[in-house]
């Protein structure tokens, strides 16, 4: 008898077995979820010179054993999956570089916002299972734009049973596989797995998904449909935020064919001085679609990310997704005391 009750406490409370993620308190006082490279470029900043090459190749492994980086750092992808927030998973990747979640919208299901390539599709299922649901609850799939890295494996959710969501300027792309995917541009993908858009998403939409409400914010830049989702838990804002903005002035990557530098600049604007119900909104965590995490303070990654561009486009620079080599960052780190990570 006894052994048949633990069973099914075992089955019903799957989720609560799932780890929360760990987050080391930075330099700025930011509680932030690193994965490895993350934390060792940033790392790397703080302790070379400014006036020393920034390293690359088998260079930068010497220089990262050299100040101690080498070992001893987080692991390379953050471990999935993972708990973030209330009803809120972190369900891939650990083999690419994207960031898949999941949202627990209670009985009428879950939503996945993400769900990247087409090969990584069963282990976000098993992971969405590991968190307590089965992949036949996965009813919706939210995509912040339409790119090969995040979007490719859409079909693959709606042949499960998901309905597909993405911003009305990206549908198209994801209905007919066009270059603005950005299929061709990644080795060993040859086309993009077409799939029907079940809603095109707008601006200011509220999505009333199971018991949870979404707010879309339509964000172009990176592609023309970027969109940036928000969500409020245990009294906090999340924002989703795609390839838009990214932890600590990481980027989207604006040389693909279809950027537009001027759209991204007002978005980002748009995200800094954004209002709900004309109260002005502090973001509070961020879940970019690739890297780092931050678990608390957000807007000071949306302001960065606004500063940068801002910054770039007034002086005729490139926009740059990877900011660790520039001058604009290394000047602004270069001397910071140690993230100290647990013993
Ligand atoms: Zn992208
Ligand atoms: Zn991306």
Not at 98 to 115: F, Q
Not at 120 to 132: L, P
Not at 317 to 330: A, C, D
Request: glycine residues 8%.
């Amino acid at each position: 008898m006894f052994l048949i009750a633990l069973g099914v406490s075992y089955l019903t409370s799957g989720a609560e077995r799932i780890p929360r993620v760990e987050p080391l308190v930075t330099e700025e006082g930011q509680a932030v979820v690193f994965d490895r490279i993350t934390w060792q470029l940033r790392e790397l900043a703080k302790k070379l010179p400014v006036e020393q090459a920034w390293p690359q190749g088998q260079e930068l492994e010497r220089a990262l054993d050299r100040f101690g980086l080498a070992s001893n750092a987080p692991p390379k992808a953050i471990p999935v999956p993972a708990q973030i927030a209330p009803d809120v998973y972190l369900v891939g990747q650990d083999r690419v570089s994207n960031l898949t979640y999941m949202v627990d919208c209670g009985p009428e299901g879950v939503a996945v916002i993400d769900p990247t390539y087409e090969s990584e599709a069963e282990r976000t299922m098993a992971n969405v299972e590991k968190c307590g649901r089965s992949r036949k609850e996965i009813k919706w799939v939210l995509n912040t734009h339409c790119h090969v890295d995040h979007a490719m494996a859409d079909s693959r959710f709606r042949e499960a049973g998901a309905e597909i969501m993405v911003h009305a300027e990206d549908a198209d792309a994801v209905e007919k596989g066009t270059r603005v995917t950005a299929y061709f541009l990644i080795e060993g993908v040859s086309s993009f797995p077409r799939c029907k858009v079940d809603r095109r998403l707008s601006d200011g939409e509220e999505l009333r998904l199971g018991n949870k409400l979404i707010h879309v914010i339509h964000t172009p830049g990176h592609t023309p449909g970027s969109v940036s989702f928000c969500i409020e838990a245990g009294g906090r804002k999340l924002l989703f935020s795609g390839d838009t903005v990214l932890y600590d002035y990481r980027l989207g990557w604006q040389g693909n064919p279809y950027a537009d530098n001027r759209r991204y600049l007002a978005s980002l604007q748009k995200l800094e001085s954004f209002t709900f119900d004309s109260t002005p909104l502090r973001w509070d965590l961020l879940l970019p679609g690739h890297g780092a995490i931050s678990m608390d303070k957000a807007y000071l990654d949306v302001s960065k990310a606004r500063e940068l561009v801002a910054d770039d486009l007034d002086g005729g620079r490139e926009i740059l997704s990877v900011p660790f080599s520039t001058r604009h960052y290394r000047e602004r780190m270069y001397g910071r005391p140690p993230v100290a990570l647990p013993r």
